[in-house]
């Protein structure tokens, strides 16, 4: 981290001076590792029409942390990681065995899952306000351990990604396609839709559960209107996704505003501005 420390401190900024608040640095860090793993996400959400699927993982996310903390687990997250990869395979496992839509099974699991985490939350007349902080989460409490946890998640999927893109991409919109070729579809659908519990559930607390969807779904959603090709469409989504994420930490850190909020709002305007320009080329 010395090294990151002392590479912030060239930028022309107050809270950049060495030895100088500390945990914006760590922020900046954090965002600029993140951001590429919701850039590549994102394009695979956008493309199998899965855009609320994060949003269901986020709220069984919660009741994970939620049992965590009825246990006394001195980090929930070791309750809400292993039961939001347990509901990204239910899910898999009813969408493909049913002939209900996509839409139509999140709702189903989002709904139970966000009833019963605030069942817990509140079980015996307990507050709610403590989990308040999900909702909005805080990306300057963030700690050098955890951007390294971060910084593991984002090499696991790039490796992923090198490896297993196609078969996870055929898999999720040609799934007729894909059994005709012998290609195990389970499997690749399953790998992604744990590959999204574990990222939205590992961020949660310092993006926001409020959000978290939508860093999912704007940066692909406007790579998509300009892009060309499948690279384009890849590398302009973390590249959107990568530049948000910085406006939106340095604005939310001057303005006094939520990190997340302020990302998604600048991914917003990425998305028209992309939206117009595809508008005006056709």
Known sequence: MNLWYTLVSVLPFSWAEPGAMLFMKNALLAVIVISPLYGLMSTMVVTSRMSFFSDALGHSA?????????????????????????IAILFTVVRRRSNM??????????????????????MGGQSFTKFNSLLIGDILSIAPKQIALLAVILLLVVLVWLGAYNRILLASVYPVLADSRDFHTFRYDALFSVAVAVVVTVSMTWVGLLVINSLLVLPAAAARCVSRNVRQYHLSSVLYSLVCGIAGLLTSYYIGSSAGACITLFLAVVFILSFCLRRKRQ
């Open 101 to 122: 839509a996509s839409d139509t099974i999140i709702g189903v699991f989002s709904s139970a899952m966000v009833a019963l985490g605030i069942f817990i939350a509140t």
């Open 62 to 86: 919660f009741t994970g942390i939620a049992i965590g903390t009825l246990c006394g687990l001195i980090d929930p997250l070791w309750a809400a990681v292993p039961l939001a990869a347990v």
